[in-house]
């Protein structure tokens, strides 16, 4: 068996045309949706994401503002701008990239931010509406891999998911969507016991952990579907996920690839929150 490719680029690329085409929508209507991004310091990772986000935005029609900051940028002037973003009613979206100088408390800055403008989906009133099935916003990347599921027509009821991580960004939102689709869920992580017993019982394995070769061949049950949200380096230098392709993808039914698969649609989920976060305010101010 060779695995299905799940191509996120494809699937992103489309996607964002439909954006465009309800942001078009919005426009005819007097309003244009406007995402504002904060970069503090000079993170040379995070300067590529920033500028891969505005650049999304501009391909989409979306207003973007990016604020450059020096890393000296104190927490309450942080702070403030947040407030005063929350008061712009030209902004649908506020992103503060992460992560922040030492001296400023990510968290308290993520809860400073309007959870109707929470377009990352980090903030507690997001992750308490994800658990209680409440409407909110999704964090973009496990967002993105339900898409893709959803994208090969996957039905994920009745079926075993195992999740390797449990991060607040990815492991612990995307047990919770799985959940939503009557899925059941097993979470692994740094201190579980015999990973490899889990993952063979899988239909579904969402590996997001940053570790190279979490995931191997002889880990994956014949016909599972594999999500890779790792992203890592090889010993040349080349981009790679956490799972290792060459072996997985002679096992499972679809995979995704690193890059190309889920990267790409993390970005165009950020890009729907805020279209969604501009049509609700649409809808409030009618």
Known sequence: MTASIIDGSALSALLREQVSDRVNALQTRGIKAGLAVILVGDNQASQVYVRNKVKACEQTGIHSVLEKHDATLSEADLLARVHALNHDNSIHGILVQLPLPAHIDAQKVIEAIAPEKDVDGFHVASAGALMTGLPGFWPCTPHGCMKMLEHIGYSLRGKHAVVIGRSNIVGKPMAMMLLQQNATVTVCHSATVDLKAHTLQADVIVAAVGKRNVLTADMVKPGAVVIDVGMN?????????????????????????????????????LLVNTLESAERHAISTA
Do not use: H, N, W
């Not at 679809?254 to 890059?259: D, G, K, S």
């Open 233 to 269: 380096r090889d010993d040349e230098g080349k981009l790679c996920g956490d799972v290792d392709f060459a072996g997985v993808s002679q096992v499972a039914s679809y995979i995704t690839p690193v890059p190309g698969g889920v990267g790409p649609m993390t970005i165009t989920m």
